[in-house]
């Protein structure tokens, strides 16, 4: 079984995770999705993370009492070769970590360089990877234990059209295109919005706020491909 780590502190988790099953449920791939509170709640058994977006200042705020973002650094630099998919302002706490960790990737990046919460839009944008064909697998919605449901999403998708993936940008951070040495996946216009790292994957929109899965299907197809010894 593959577990995928759901970095529980702030942002759409919960349609990060709704994706994550959809994707494995038309791939017919078991996942269990874990979701990480505390720094106990990550270990070796772990193959995957998410990094939601969110605020990133008080992500890091947020995690201190329970060593959640440390132990997520930790846990990366100990296991480099599993994938990290980080949307808003998880791709900042990869290009930023604290305490004089080197970044995860190697690309600069601006917090809410798009503006306030009203700068918030939708945008066609250009991705590198393979669009996901997907054939109606769905799971039931259910509330957690906190009554948190998912988003119904959907609507961005129709309007964006087949050919280009829909963008949903919030308080977007922003890529300096002059300090990005990784490879670039995604592009609006001409400007960056999506690198690739080996394997950590950052991107500065809303991937799991669409029905586009296909970041979600890197995620897991780069688990899939990780040797017994990563």
């Not at 529980?8 to 990480?36: D, P, T």
């Not at 132990?71 to 998919?85: C, F, G, K």
């Given at each position: 079984?593959m577990?995928?780590?759901?970095?529980?502190?702030?942002?759409?988790?919960?349609?990060?995770?709704?994706?994550?099953?959809s994707i494995?449920?038309?791939?017919?791939q078991?996942?269990e999705?874990v979701?990480?509170?505390?720094?106990?709640?990550?270990d070796?058994s772990?193959?995957?993370?998410?990094?939601?977006?969110?605020?990133?200042?008080?992500?890091?705020?947020?995690?201190?009492?329970?060593?959640?973002l440390?132990?997520?650094?930790?846990?990366?630099?100990?296991?480099?070769?599993?994938?990290?998919?980080?949307?808003?302002?998880?791709?900042i706490?990869?290009?930023?970590p604290?305490d004089?960790?080197q970044?995860?990737?190697?690309?600069?990046?601006?917090?809410?360089a798009?503006?306030?919460?009203?700068?918030?839009?939708?945008?066609?944008?250009?991705?590198?990877l393979?669009?996901?064909?997907?054939?109606?697998?769905?799971?039931e919605?259910?509330?957690?234990?906190?009554?948190?449901?998912?988003?119904?999403?959907?609507?961005?998708?129709?309007?964006?059209?087949?050919?280009?993936?829909?963008?949903?940008?919030?308080?977007?951070?922003?890529?300096?295109?002059?300090?990005?040495?990784?490879?670039?996946?995604?592009?609006?216009?001409?400007?960056i919005?999506?690198?690739?790292?080996?394997?950590?994957?950052?991107?500065t929109?809303?991937?799991?706020?669409?029905?586009?899965?296909?970041?979600?299907a890197?995620?897991?197809?780069?688990?899939?491909?990780?040797?017994?010894?990563?």
């Amino acid at each position: 079984m593959m577990r995928v780590g759901l970095a529980m502190l702030q942002g759409a988790r919960h349609e990060h995770e709704e994706a994550i099953l959809s994707i494995a449920k038309e791939f017919q791939q078991n996942i269990e999705v874990v979701h990480l509170r505390r720094a106990e709640d990550l270990d070796a058994s772990i193959h995957g993370l998410v990094l939601p977006g969110g605020e990133s200042t008080t992500m890091r705020i947020a995690s201190r009492s329970e060593g959640l973002l440390d132990s997520i650094y930790a846990w990366m630099e100990t296991y480099p070769n599993r994938p990290v998919l980080g949307t808003c302002a998880g791709a900042i706490l990869l290009a930023m970590p604290s305490d004089g960790r080197q970044p995860f990737i190697q690309a600069k990046i601006s917090r809410n360089a798009w503006g306030r919460q009203r700068q918030s839009f939708e945008a066609p944008i250009d991705v590198t990877l393979n669009r996901v064909e997907m054939q109606g697998a769905s799971i039931e919605r259910k509330p957690d234990v906190f009554g948190h449901t998912p988003l119904v999403v959907g609507d961005v998708d129709a309007r964006i059209g087949d050919d280009a993936f829909p963008g949903v940008f919030i308080r977007a951070p922003r890529f300096d295109s002059d300090g990005i040495t990784c490879e670039v996946i995604a592009r609006f216009g001409d400007e960056i919005v999506g690198v690739r790292d080996g394997s950590k994957c950052a991107v500065t929109f809303h991937p799991e706020l669409t029905n586009d899965r296909r970041f979600h299907a890197w995620l897991l197809n780069e688990i899939t491909a990780l040797s017994p010894t990563d």
